[in-house]
């Protein structure tokens, strides 16, 4: 049976660049890490060593170099449109282009001076090719906690089932979202706020009877509250905090005292889309 080459694809991953924009009266920052994925007409390359049409991974990395001077700091959508615009531009072999952004959390104390925030981090996929790009942008490890108003009752129980119900629990994750724009041409900073507020608006807000129904109900109201987003896709990892039990130690647990475990963890997953 002959063998041939079934798909391919190249680049340089985790490029990693401080942008800092200097007015006259405050800097801004931004760090980031960014991925660069090609597609294309390389098949030669593999068969048969012909490396004519690779760009070096390495001119990946200089490129984001150099354009991030160009960029403004503020949108990372923007920028990774315009990588995508400049790898499709000048390297005809090159069908299609995918960029990764994730950028870091630094939080202002003064007019050129800041403090490291959260893990949580701001991220963007630019997917574009000949004919155009599409937009993907998100949210990764946003932690939220709700101390009561969350329950979990009336599940399916069978002869393996230890856990027991309970009317008011701790509800913890680490949020991971990702959402589909409707275009490119979008105030993206502007939705990304008002989506991450939707969101956890909903999780603290709500009653929740599972960690399900709080998945749908916060993925309807960023849908709800950001016309431009067409779909949106949430990973809720429970972060279990489990009541200790203080009956060996003569003492009640009034839902006071737990132990947060990381492992292993349900993990609850949904997606929205219009239509």
């Given at each position: 049976?002959?063998?041939?080459?079934?798909?391919?694809?190249?680049?340089?991953?985790?490029?990693?660049?401080?942008?800092?924009?200097?007015?006259?009266?405050?800097?801004?920052?931004?760090?980031?890490?960014?991925?660069?994925?090609?597609?294309?007409?390389?098949?030669?390359?593999?068969?048969?060593?012909?490396?004519?049409?690779?760009?070096?991974?390495?001119?990946?990395?200089?490129?984001?170099?150099?354009?991030?001077?160009?960029?403004?700091?503020?949108?990372?959508?923007?920028?990774?449109?315009?990588?995508?615009?400049?790898?499709?531009?000048?390297?005809?072999?090159?069908?299609?282009?995918r960029i990764g952004i994730a950028r870091s959390q630094w939080i202002r104390l003064g007019d050129f001076?800041?403090?490291?925030?959260?893990?949580?981090?701001?991220?963007?996929?630019?997917?574009?090719?000949?004919?155009?790009?599409?937009?993907?942008?998100?949210?990764?490890?946003?932690?939220?906690?709700?101390?009561?108003?969350?329950?979990?009752?009336?599940?399916?129980?069978?002869?393996?089932?230890?856990?027991?119900?309970?009317?008011?629990?701790?509800?913890?994750?680490?949020?991971?979202?990702?959402?589909?724009?409707?275009?490119?041409?979008?105030?993206?900073?502007?939705?990304?706020?008002?989506?991450?507020?939707?969101?956890?608006?909903?999780?603290?807000?709500?009653?929740?009877?599972?960690?399900?129904?709080?998945?749908?109900?916060?993925?309807?109201?960023?849908?709800?509250?950001?016309?431009?987003?067409?779909?949106?896709?949430?990973?809720?990892?429970?972060?279990?905090?489990l009541p200790v039990d203080m009956a060996p130690f003569g003492l009640d647990n009034g839902n006071e005292?737990?132990?947060?475990?990381?492992?292993?963890?349900?993990?609850?997953?949904?997606?929205?889309?219009?239509?």
């Amino acid at each position: 049976m002959p063998i041939h080459l079934a798909g391919n694809n190249y680049g340089k991953s985790r490029v990693r660049v401080v942008k800092v924009t200097r007015g006259a009266e405050r800097h801004d920052l931004a760090e980031l890490t960014v991925n660069v994925q090609f597609q294309g007409d390389f098949g030669r390359v593999h068969t048969e060593g012909d490396n004519s049409p690779v760009l070096p991974t390495d001119t990946m990395k200089n490129t984001v170099h150099a354009l991030a001077k160009a960029w403004n700091g503020s949108r990372i959508e923007d920028f990774g449109l315009e990588l995508a615009a400049h790898f499709l531009d000048g390297n005809p072999p090159v069908s299609g282009v995918r960029i990764g952004i994730a950028r870091s959390q630094w939080i202002r104390l003064g007019d050129f001076s800041f403090v490291r925030g959260s893990e949580e981090k701001a991220v963007t996929e630019v997917a574009a090719d000949r004919a155009g790009s599409r937009v993907e942008s998100g949210i990764d490890n946003l932690v939220i906690l709700k101390t009561t108003g969350s329950a979990f009752e009336g599940y399916k129980k069978d002869r393996y089932t230890t856990l027991k119900e309970t009317s008011d629990r701790i509800l913890a994750t680490a949020l991971t979202a990702r959402w589909i724009y409707t275009g490119a041409k979008i105030e993206f900073n502007s939705c990304r706020e008002k989506t991450r507020t939707a969101l956890i608006r909903t999780f603290a807000g709500r009653e929740s009877p599972s960690a399900q129904h709080t998945a749908y109900a916060m993925g309807e109201a960023a849908l709800n509250a950001v016309p431009e987003i067409e779909s949106i896709r949430l990973s809720l990892p429970n972060k279990h905090c489990l009541p200790v039990d203080m009956a060996p130690f003569g003492l009640d647990n009034g839902n006071e005292i737990f132990v947060p475990t990381d492992e292993p963890h349900g993990l609850i997953e949904v997606t929205l889309r219009r239509g």
